[in-house]
């Protein structure tokens, strides 16, 4: 049997992909019985309903319900509850669900959703972070001091701040006293969309008081709870059911439009109604990634060495930030990026504003503080007169440094990849441009990100054998693209012993069926699930080998689980694992069996996350773990056009223990790609919360001809201490540098710096003529 774990193993999903017989949300089928259902949704940023008269649209042929704010006057979210279903007597942004009607097709309940009548107040929108938290900023949402929230959230009750969390450690002053050097800077990041291929779809059945939910979803056991405790339902009369996802980045994580789709089913009892969002509506009606503006002081010393650093976030999270207070929490303890300095004062606020509700994306707000923190960095080098290069292998954080929530670094190799990305591009050397119209440049970022969840986030795991020996593995994790049923498979097949070709993911994930997964999000389910994979399989085995020990008379620890045989290095004796697994094995003299069917059961839950101090955000340890990285990228830019050419990308990360080498430099040139996108081309255009560009026409991202020439990933391996085989997740990461990577090299090519992406020709070659 050849190794399993380590080897580029083609995914277990491909044939099914590639041939269209994998099934998404919106391919099953209800049969003629199925309603659909289109939302009402607000004209207003901010205004107060005053009545809604539905009794045109409900005369209409064809609409069978209207679901309102009536019918769910409680509150959902996942860390501070301060979401409605359906907007109840004030909407916050454009395109606030304020009712759904249910008809028997679509067409219908569109027409039936412009005959609803809606009376509304307007009241006074705030649009930007830095207007909300001012004393007379309009508040918007009153209610904030008796909502709902986890112990690690900390709301303003009174203003616009749904979260503050803080960092002070050392002597802020002192350390820019002692400052040789000291660099300000304000960036601003723009919102911007997942744009997942496949939209939001969610199908709901309500029989005899249970409810039956499919959707695209990558949160399907967080969806029954939230959606459960919101309605006041059990989570046992609750079932999720999520087939594969056409693509996610955070977008289809939590709960968005879903609950909306239960409560007008629950209109319409014994009938299933589905509801689907059109592009349109995906652009600013679903999670969009927060804006951010930050402002960052840093100081050194003329040695090089980084003493002080100060930072001020002001998060644009949005109408509604239960979601979103945690992204402010990790932007604030991972403030410093990938650097120790010895003095710290950072401030992370979540902001209400009246713009799209702001949610998890791709890096959960480590590529928005990177955007700042690493072009200010490269301007404190140039300020030194040193090379970043240099510079970031001086400060970076290493084995044993001194993390700035007060714990020790666990091993890891940033300075590895600091060391083969910049060799990758030729870091030092002067290349010439492939045209006099146009400059060369060569930039370089560095990265960190932990997994952002609670600390009790949970995996489980079930290994079962069947007859031929053949495995059904169960599993909670979504399979989103990021190839994660192929790596699990791959964990429980090299655990127990067997070929991975006799491996059957148990599909698609039914929190009725399938074991507990917190959520498929925070680039975690390598770690997390796979421990749990990995004891199921572990269990399973060992309860092989058990069998087999009493049955040839031997001890446990001279037995073997290999190619799916049970083998003895004592006695040599070999036994297929085929129908033993299930019918056992007889005993001696015809006097029975023993054995039985064999079911294995793992769990993985991080124990040992501390409660950070409010004050100072200090803490035994405040995450699971980091993985760390950096990109350097070799650039041109048409001194005509202002138009970016990106050469080549290198990137590399640390991933603890590549389990399939080549999906791992998959996620990194996938990374790569939608950080350029990010960089050059995207921006969510919001004009007094108005989204003006809510198209694919409108709002660009890159495609093949935008690419950089040239990706090269690159896998550094310092294993995680808790990591199944060492491994640490890389989904999330690779995209986090990419931005100030290009960043910098613009500038190192025209030495011009732009203070918020996207870094557009029309953007560089204006500000190239200033």
Known sequence: ????????????????????????????????????????????????????????????????????????????????????????????????????????????????????????????????????????????????????????????????????????????????????????????????????????????????????????????????????????ISQGDLRVIAPYIGGGFGSKAGVSMEACGVVMAMKVPGRPVKLRLTREEEFFTTFVRQGLVARTKVGAKKDGKLVAMKTEYYWDAGAYTEYGVNMTRAGGYSSTGPYEIPNVHADSYCCYTNHPVGGPMRGFGMPEIHWGIEQVMDQVAEKLGMD?????????????????????????????????????????????????????????????????????????????????ATVTLGLGGQEIGQGTHTVMAQMAAAALGVPISWIRIATPVDTQYSPYEWQTVASRLTWSMGNAVAEAARHARQQILELVAEHWNEKIENLDIKDGNVISYQSEQSLPLKDMVIYGLPKEGDCGWRGGPIVGRGNFMPTYVTRLDPETGQGPRSVVHYTVGCQAVDLEVDTETGQIEILRVAAAFDVGKAINPDQVRAQMEGGVVQGASSALFEKLDLREGKPRNPSFVDYRIATSVDMPHKIIPIIVETAQDDGP??????????????????????????????????????????????
């Open 1 to 232: 049997m050849t190794e399993i774990i380590g080897e580029s193993i083609p995914r277990v999903d491909a044939v099914d992909k590639v041939t269209g017989a994998a099934k998404f949300a919106d391919d099953f089928q209800f049969g003629p019985g199925l309603l659909y259902g289109r939302l009402v949704r607000s004209p207003h940023p901010h205004a107060r309903i005053k009545k809604i008269d539905a009794t045109k649209a409900l005369a209409l042929a064809g609409v069978k319900a209207i679901a309102t704010g009536a019918d769910t006057p409680g509150y959902i979210g996942l860390y501070l509850q301060d979401r409605h279903i359906f907007a109840t007597n004030r909407v916050r942004y454009i395109g606030d669900p304020v009712a759904g009607i249910v008809a028997t097709s679509e067409e219908i309940a569109e027409q039936a959703v412009k005959l609803v009548e809606v009376e509304y107040e307007v009241l006074p929108a705030v649009t930007d972070p830095l207007d909300a938290i001012k004393p007379d900023a309009p508040i918007l949402h009153p209610d904030l001091g008796a909502y709902t929230v986890a112990n690690f959230i900390f709301p303003k009750p009174g203003t616009n701040i749904s979260n503050h969390f803080k960092v002070r450690k050392g002597d802020i002053e002192k350390g820019f006293a002692e400052s040789d050097v000291i660099v300000e800077g304000e960036f601003r990041v723009p919102h911007i969309q997942h744009v997942p291929i496949e939209p939001h779809i969610a199908v709901a059945q309500v029989d005899s008081g249970k409810v039956t939910l499919w959707g695209s979803s990558q949160s399907p056991f967080a969806q029954r709870n939230l959606i459960a405790k919101a309605l006041h």
């Open 388 to 468: 970043p290069r240099a510079f970031r292998l001086k400060n970076c954080v290493k084995t044993g440094g001194d993390i700035v929530t007060g714990w020790k670094m666990h091993p890891i190799g940033l300075d590895q990849c600091i060391e083969k990305a910049t060799a990758a591009i030729d870091w030092g050397k002067r290349e010439p441009a492939s045209a006099p119209h146009k400059k060369r440049g060569k930039g370089l970022a560095i990265m960190w990100k932990a997994p952002a969840m609670p600390p009790n986030a949970g995996s489980s795991s079930y290994v079962r054998l069947n007859e031929d």
């Open 725 to 770: 085989w060492g491994a640490r997740g890389i989904g999330e990461h690779a995209m986090v540098p990419t931005a100030p990577a290009i960043a910098n090299a613009v500038y190192n090519a025209v030495g011009i710096r732009l203070p918020s992406p996207p870094l557009s020709a029309e953007r560089v070659y204006l500000e190239m003529q200033k």
